[in-house]
């Protein structure tokens, strides 16, 4: 019989990690190196759990790149040691992260489950147990003694999800995330059922991991809205050391036409500001040129962001600007899916 696969929970903080003091009712910190005792059901899975703590456990409102490059070197740390990796983070900031870490990690070959709850773990209805141990099932799975899964994902309510594909929904809901563009890699129900055709393939050559943890955040998310006003893309645009944008466009990527809206993007592109045209739908994608409205746009060298998601696309943006690539090389780069971010069609 194969040995048990060895499972590495990193806990960074959120409501998953919280328990009640029933005496003051007040949450607290969740000790998970006593996990199994207080989810006795987690014996009953076929592996070895092991656990590991920030020191101080962040809200996620205050994830950061920081925070990011900590949640990449304990993976590095632990990489050979362990079979796959189940990260608990607060959802509210969760694709971000999830995203940002697929693209730091490059040539993975390992399950990484990012996982979560919207009640803490203490809770009578709460849906933290159900959502960890099926992630914890995840990590483990295994056909021809290879790990099922060698991506970075998302599980949450019943839903595997490649990570950097998904959104957050509700912040009532149990269903909380959903990922519009692309269709779950797993579903839970009585049986764990892989969809294996959507799930990405390691390369065959089995390249070392690379690790990337140097990220560049000096970018912003410009949101159009109608009646939205030159002197504010214009102050936008004209940010003290500013290197990207996401810019969350109407539809299939249309925007204002008017002088007064693209004349302030073409000056901030012809200074080397990266300027990524994202749909503001929950689904479909850009279609640079379908329209009068984003011609303009592709003939200035805004970059097409076809069906990225805007989590996705700050966290792609933060990882290529560190690249020192040339003009031609970024767009080229943007507009190609590297971790399955973004559909080839």
């Known amino acids: 019989m194969a ?96 995203s940002a870490i697929s693209f730091m990690l490059e040539n993975l070959q390992k399950p990484i489950i990012f996982t979560g709850s919207q009640l803490p773990i203490g809770d009578l209805r709460t849906d933290a147990k159900e959502n960890l141990i099926t992630s914890i099932e995840i990590a483990s799975a295994r056909k021809d003694n290879k790990p099922i899964i060698s991506e970075v994902c998302l599980y949450f309510e019943y839903k595997l999800y490649r990570a950097n594909r998904t959104t957050k929904i509700s912040s ?74 996401v810019l969350e466009t109407y539809g299939a990527g249309n925007a204002p036409n008017s002088k007064s809206f693209i004349q302030p993007i073409k000056k901030a592109i012809e200074k080397g500001v990266k300027i990524v045209s994202v749909t503001q739908c929950k689904s479909g994608r850009v279609i640079m040129g379908h329209y009068d409205t984003s011609l303009l746009l592709k003939e200035i060298g805004v970059i097409n962001g076809k069906d990225i998601t805007t989590e996705s696309a700050v966290a792609k943006l933060m990882y290529l600007l560190n690249k020192n690539l040339s003009k031609k090389e970024f767009k080229v780069f943007f507009e190609k899916s590297l971790r399955g971010e973004i559909s080839e069609k």
Do not use: W
């Not at 969809?195 to 390691?202: S, V």
């Not at 065959?204 to 002197?231: A, H, M, N, T, Y």
């Open 3 to 98: 040995n048990k696969p060895n499972i590495l929970l990193i806990y960074t903080g959120g409501t998953i990690g919280m328990i009640k003091d029933y005496k003051t009712g007040a949450l607290k910190a969740f000790d998970f190196s006593q996990i199994v005792d207080k989810i006795p059901e987690l014996q009953q899975l076929n592996c070895i759990i092991k656990s590991i703590s920030f020191d101080e456990p962040i809200d996620s409102s205050n994830m950061n790149t920081r925070y990011y490059a900590d949640i990449v070197s304990i993976v590095e740390e632990n990489y050979t040691n362990f079979d796959g990796f189940v990260v608990l983070t607060g959802s509210d900031t969760m694709s971000y992260t999830s």
């Open 172 to 245: 009532e809901q149990f269903e909380a995330f959903t990922s519009m563009n692309f269709p779950p890699l797993a579903e839970s129900g009585v049986h764990l059922s892989f969809n294996l055709h959507l799930i990405a393939q390691p390369k065959k050559d089995k390249k070392e991991l690379i690790v990337r943890k140097d990220l560049v955040d000096e970018i912003v998310i410009l949101k159009l809205f109608p009646g939205i006003s030159k002197q504010v893309v214009k102050s936008i645009l004209n940010i003290s050391n500013l290197k990207g944008v």
